[in-house]
């Protein structure tokens, strides 16, 4: 399957050979620390970098509340992530979602523990942007988290009801606005109470935002946020 299918590096897009006396790479050895992991200090809240250790949140959470508990993410978002983020959702690179949920169970998988998460849901796509693209990325990296965390992975509990235009497309409060009622449960009443979910990007956390208040309104009680990339707080 890999001489048919070959694997390729999520940075450089490469095509990466193995034999079977060499143990998998999901990145080659030029790329690896070519990603910027998100390090400390960070917002308390949405995880993104800060410069002031004494600061406990980012500028953008200490003037909009956050309905969710805490989120974190794994890179910053720029050059190689930003240009990987692209090929995979747009030019079908469905297998750069094995290293990129590798990656966040290795960074943050105590975290997920220590959160007592029950259920993984990832941010689902309407229906049309479904049928354009084929398939969801955000739900590719949350099934590879799933496996790899023994979670189980709802995919079709939180519903996308409205064709919502692009959020880099729009401005702050066009953001805000954008996804107002753009969820909905496919239950009245959601039998969970520690929920992770799962993006690919987070900026504002409009989205992020809009999804936890939905699942809030189905009873879930605890809510916390994922995603592969990040901007900055500052």
């Known amino acids: 399957m890999h001489i048919l299918f070959p694997p390729r590096c999520p940075f450089c897009d490469k095509v990466l050979f193995h034999s079977i006396l060499v143990p998998r790479e999901f990145v080659c050895n030029c790329c690896r620390?070519?990603?910027?992991?998100?390090?400390e200090p960070v917002c308390y809240k949405c995880g993104k970098p800060i410069v002031d250790k004494k600061q406990e949140y980012c500028y953008d959470c200490?003037?909009?509340r956050k309905e969710y508990i805490q989120g974190k993410a794994l890179w910053i978002?720029?050059?190689e992530v930003r240009e990987s983020l692209y090929r995979f959702k747009y030019c079908n690179r469905q297998e750069y979602a094995t290293y990129y949920g590798l990656e966040l169970v290795n960074v943050y998988g105590e975290w997920m523990k220590k959160?007592?998460?029950?259920?993984?849901?990832?941010?689902?796509?309407?229906?049309?942007?479904?049928?354009?693209?084929?398939?969801n990325q955000a739900a590719l990296v949350a099934?590879?988290?799933?496996?790899?965390?023994?979670?189980?992975?709802?995919?079709n509990l939180l519903i996308r009801v409205l064709d919502t235009k692009a959020q880099k497309e729009l401005n702050e409060e066009e953001r805000k606005n954008n996804l107002k009622r753009a969820f909905k449960t496919?239950?009245?009443k959601v039998q969970l109470d520690h929920i992770l979910l799962i993006d690919d990007i987070y900026t504002t956390g409009s989205t992020m935002n809009e999804a936890t208040r939905t699942l809030k309104q189905a009873g879930v009680d605890q809510i916390y946020c994922l995603s592969i990339s990040i901007g900055k707080g500052y």
């Open 143 to 155: 099934d590879e988290i799933g496996k790899r965390m023994k979670i189980p992975v709802y995919h």
């Open 115 to 135: 959160c007592g998460v029950q259920a993984i849901i990832p941010i689902p796509l309407s229906k049309k942007r479904m049928r354009q693209r084929g398939f």
């Open 186 to 188: 496919s239950v009245n």
């Open 33 to 39: 620390d070519k990603p910027e992991y998100i390090k």
């Open 62 to 64: 200490e003037k909009k």
């Open 77 to 79: 978002y720029k050059d």
